[in-house]
Structures are given as structure tokens and as C-alpha cells.
């Protein structure tokens, strides 16, 4: 098993920066691929951002292209989500993922955190 906890939600204005964090724990070994995915009040949960660290395939969604990055600290064993930029549209609650292999589905994951909520204001 896989233990996901995810921190640094909050709230934030329009046009600032947040990072969300990732801890993870157990079996860590048996996972390649961590992400992101968020879902928003009366939305379909959808991918934000996905990366395999054995092979670098990394992989974001076109409305978080170029103001999200995902990256690691292996050390602290933490996935982080660094988020710029922002607006009211990002405003959602954040799930991070992992699984054996990046994919644009929430299901092809194994493991799933609880979530943070992320609000933006105007």
C-alpha cells in the first residue's frame, strides 16, 4: 500500500502562486508515476498533471500549460504541484495520485490522496 497526503491548499487571489504538496509513504517502490488531478463544486473531477520518473514521460493539461509544474524531492519523499498564475477557474479541490504509469485517467491510478481544497478569489 500507498499512503497519499496532500497539503498547502488555501486561499489565494487571482494571479498569485500556490504550492501543493504531496507526501507519500508505504510501498513507495511499487509506484513510477505520480499526479494531479483536481474537481471542482458541480464539475467532472479532470487531469492536471502527470509524471513518470523512471522515464520523464510527463504530461499536463492544456488550461494548466505553462503555469503548473510538477516535480520531486526524493529526499522527502514529496511530490509537489507548483501553481502560478491562477485564477477563480483553478479554484478546486486537489487530488494527487499514483500509480504504475502516467495516464489521463483517474482510474489507472492505484493509489489516491484525500484532497486539498484550493480557492482562488478575485
Known amino acids: 500500500q500507498v499512503q497519499l497526503v496532500e497539503s498547502g491548499g488555501g486561499l489565494v487571489q487571482a494571479g498569485g502562486s500556490l504550492r501543493l504538496s504531496c507526501a507519500t509513504s508505504g510501498r513507495t517502490f511499487s509506484v513510477s508515476a505520480m499526479g494531479w488531478f483536481r474537481q471542482a463544486p458541480g464539475k467532472e473531477r479532470e487531469f492536471v498533471a502527470t509524471k513518470n520518473w523512471g522515464n520523464k514521460d510527463t504530461s499536463y493539461a492544456d488550461s494548466v500549460k505553462g503555469r503548473f509544474t510538477i516535480s520531486r524531492d526524493n529526499a522527502k519523499n514529496t511530490v509537489y504541484l507548483q501553481m502560478t498564475s491562477l485564477t477563480r477557474e483553478d479554484t478546486a479541490v486537489y487530488y494527487c495520485?499514483?500509480?504504475?504509469?502516467?495516464?489521463?485517467?483517474?482510474?489507472?491510478?492505484?493509489?489516491w490522496g484525500q484532497g486539498t481544497q484550493v480557492t482562488v478569489s478575485s
Open positions: 495520485v499514483a500509480g504504475k504509469d502516467t495516464s489521463l485517467a483517474w482510474t489507472a491510478y492505484d493509489y
